[in-house]
């Protein structure tokens, strides 16, 4: 049996994606023989050259890196966005035939798509439909799989377990990501940062706004053959993606990296369970970075949100993380049902009176997401009127009204009024938020 695993264009071409490296290793444990196709390197590699060339060569230069990023990102936006419209009119995306000859080649018995963002839908469908043409059976997973995508595949799948499954083998031996199917030096990086996921969910899984967890069980994955992935992959970066684990979890993960030698970061929440001594060793363990889940600087957007932090906590863990090396990147959410323009602005006072202890901010306005408990009970929050409008390829758009606070509209109206100033607390280029590979590597 021959299979072929696909990651479908467009997301940020900068590592290999753990989904299909994952995946691999499990067939290939299981004795199914398979290949990986990773089409998002492919197109980006095919269309710009010239940007992959300044990536994977640039060191700390960052006048010149915010230059480029703002140019590539401008780029690709506008790409991103025709090819998707070509693909809504019924149309051939820009390479279509270039990627699916990559496919076909390997002359698979299925292939099988990880869709991880909903930016890859257009182009996978396209993918599913050109591939159905030539007779090859398509199976879709991943946390992006829609309707659209379900109606053209001939199998929607769930887990890694139902793949296997799919693949006739009942008893399956466990196996670590392995990242020596993809070659390497495609990426975007100057180095290599390797996705390296240590839990199945997310421990905490009580924040109101969120749906990331998928409510499925948090497991702790053996960390051993995780450690011989990265030994054998010889590579020196490391992007924890594990939602959220609790902090025993990261300290036992830490000693686990700490005699590899890499640098690495995660996302954690800045409660006082991180404490200075805590931080010190992680940082000791070769730990970089952390995206911290701020959101807000108001205690009770924080207490609605159902993040079990607070501000004073946060403000501790950050002047501690600080202090002991690491580099803080802060995660911030406006908008949030029921918040006040005050709200709004204790968040950005709150920034400016952390300001030394920040190195880059990530700002979003919130989004109202199907299954999340704002969703569920849009009352607790506020809102009095949901509304869903249908798209072509993607799941229906969600906007909402609410009786007091600001609007999604004057979220972002404010968010855009603040940017500068919001702009003006990083210490690295802001379009690392979208390369936080390149922000570790130049750590």
Not at 51 to 63: G, P, V
Not at 172 to 184: H, M, P, Q, Y
Not at 216 to 229: C, G, N, T
Not at 418 to 432: C, D, Q, V
Request: overall charge positive.
């Amino acid at each position: 049996m021959k299979a072929i695993l696909i990651y479908p264009p467009f997301c940020t071409p900068a590592s290999p994606p753990y989904s299909l490296a994952k995946l691999y290793s499990a067939l290939k444990a299981n004795g199914v023989d398979a290949n990986v196709c990773d089409l998002n390197i492919e197109f980006h590699k095919r269309k710009y050259p010239e940007f992959r060339k300044y990536f994977q060569a640039f060191q700390k230069q960052y006048d010149k890196y915010a230059e480029v990023s703002a140019e590539y990102l401008k780029q690709t936006k506008a790409d991103y966005s025709a090819n998707n419209k070509l693909v809504s009119a019924g149309r051939n995306p820009e390479l279509l035939d270039e990627l699916s000859s990559l496919i076909l080649k390997e002359k698979p018995l299925f292939a099988a798509f990880s869709i991880v963002y909903s930016s890859q839908a257009f182009y996978a469908y396209a993918l599913l439909k050109a591939l159905k043409e030539k007779g090859v059976k398509t199976i879709i997973g991943g946390p992006a799989v829609n309707s659209a995508l379900k109606e053209i595949a001939d199998f929607s799948l769930n887990s890694e377990a139902e793949l296997l499954a799919f693949c006739g083998i009942k008893e399956c031996r466990d196996s670590a990501a392995d990242f020596g199917v993809f070659n390497l030096k495609d990426y975007f990086t100057p180095a290599v940062v390797l996705p390296v996921k240590t839990s199945s969910s997310c421990y905490y899984q009580q924040c109101s706004f969120c749906t990331h967890h998928g409510n499925q069980k948090y497991i702790e994955f053996d960390l051993k053959p995780i450690v011989e992935s990265i030994k054998k992959s010889k590579q020196k970066y490391a992007f924890l993606i594990d939602d959220m684990v609790p902090k025993n979890r990261i300290l036992e993960i830490a000693a686990a990296f700490k005699p590899l030698k890499i640098s690495w970061m995660c996302q954690l929440k800045p409660v006082k369970e991180y404490d200075a001594g805590t931080l010190k060793a992680l940082h000791a363990s070769g730990l970089k970075a952390v995206v911290w889940g701020v959101e807000s600087g108001s205690g009770r957007v924080l207490k609605l949100m159902k993040k079990g932090t607070n501000t004073e906590e946060i403000e501790s863990v950050l002047k501690a993380a600080h202090d002991n090396g690491i580099k803080n990147v802060c995660y911030l959410m406006f908008g949030f049902p029921t918040e006040s323009k005050e709200e709004f602005l204790e968040t950005i006072a709150f920034l400016k009176k952390n300001a030394e202890h920040i190195d880059l901010v990530s700002a979003a306005v919130f989004g109202l997401q199907k299954g999340a408990e704002v969703y569920e009970n849009p009352e607790k929050f506020g809102i009095t009127k949901i509304i869903e409008k249908e798209r072509l390829l993607l799941e229906p758009s969600i906007k909402y009204e609410a009786g007091q606070g600001l609007s999604q509209e004057d979220a972002e109206d404010m968010r855009q009024n603040y940017k500068r100033t919001l702009e003006k607390l990083n210490r690295y280029p802001k379009a690392m938020n979208f390369f936080r590979e390149h922000m570790l590597i130049t750590i």
